[in-house]
């Protein structure tokens, strides 16, 4: 099985470290031509160096712009008007008890993990139906399903994410445009080593370990017992965001590890 890009155009929100880097230089490998986007510029220039060096290829451009605002993502639309392949993966999380959680914590969630790609969907998926080709991929999580108590307004989020892509796939039903969600498990990401960076320095053990030992006493059905790779997620969105995936749309793809515990 060999998935070829060539010629498609791909964003990838949030894409300058952790799952969205690594899903930016699994499609760039593929031959497309991949936009990483990222709130600094100097973050989103460093990135698309890093991916131009460790690829040898002159296909990336970027974006520096904030997709949790809808005027960030009306300049990213300006700069880049036309797409084959949106990857939602923009987000952020933050343990925090759910009566200490106020406005100010569910909005943000809500803007960036959520309302990012209401905003770019609605802008790109038009021209993806013209041309009757497209992907929409939205990075979820197992969350989505098993609300965590510490991130409450986190998961909510999540679901929502779930939702939004089951209904824009039959919003484009009859066409060969495909929206789905992809539902990562605890992931080591960027974002997961700085949360378990004090658990590290603590006991001295190598990140694996830490995240392992996470997985294990927070995440127990995990049967995997460990946490994923970013290029393990990144796979799953490629294959997702290829033509060999045509006939799938409208669902929820696990690549959690089996932390969901359900047939």
């Known amino acids: 099985m060999q998935i070829d890009l060539t010629g498609k155009t791909a964003l990838v929100t949030g894409s300058t470290e952790g799952i969205g880097y690594a899903i930016a230089r699994q499609l760039a490998k593929a031959g497309a031509q991949v936009v990483v986007n990222g709130r600094s510029e100097d973050k989103t220039a460093s990135a698309a160096k890093r991916l131009t060096a460790e690829l040898s290829v002159s296909t990336i451009k970027t974006v520096a712009a904030d997709v949790s605002t809808a005027e960030g993502c009306a300049a990213l639309v300006a ?66 399903f098993n609300i965590p108590v510490d991130m409450i307004h986190y998961g909510v989020t999540k679901t929502a994410d779930v939702a939004v892509a089951r209904g824009l796939a039959k919003r484009m039903a009859g ?73 799938t749309t409208g669902a929820a793809v696990r690549v959690d590890g089996g932390v969901i515990d359900t047939l």
Do not use: C
């Open 79 to 144: 700069e880049v008007p036309h797409l084959d392949i949106l990857i939602n993966n923009a987000g952020i999380f933050q343990p925090i008890d759910f009566f200490d959680a106020g406005d100010d914590v569910w909005d943000r969630h809500w803007q960036v993990n959520v309302m990012s790609g209401v905003r770019l969907s609605r802008a790109y998926l038009p021209g993806m139906r013209r041309r009757d080709w497209g992907r929409v991929i939205f990075l979820a999580s197992e969350s989505a």
């Open 175 to 247: 066409t060969g445009v495909t929206v789905n969600s992809v539902l990562p498990g605890p992931t080591l990401s960027k974002g997961v080593e700085s949360m378990l960076a004090d658990e590290q320095a603590k006991t001295g053990l190598p990140i694996e370990q830490v995240a392992a030992s996470f997985v294990r006493q927070h995440r127990s059905t995990s049967i995997i017992q460990r946490a994923a790779s970013v290029d393990e997620v990144a796979n799953l969105v490629t294959y997702l965001a290829s033509p060999l995936a045509s006939a």
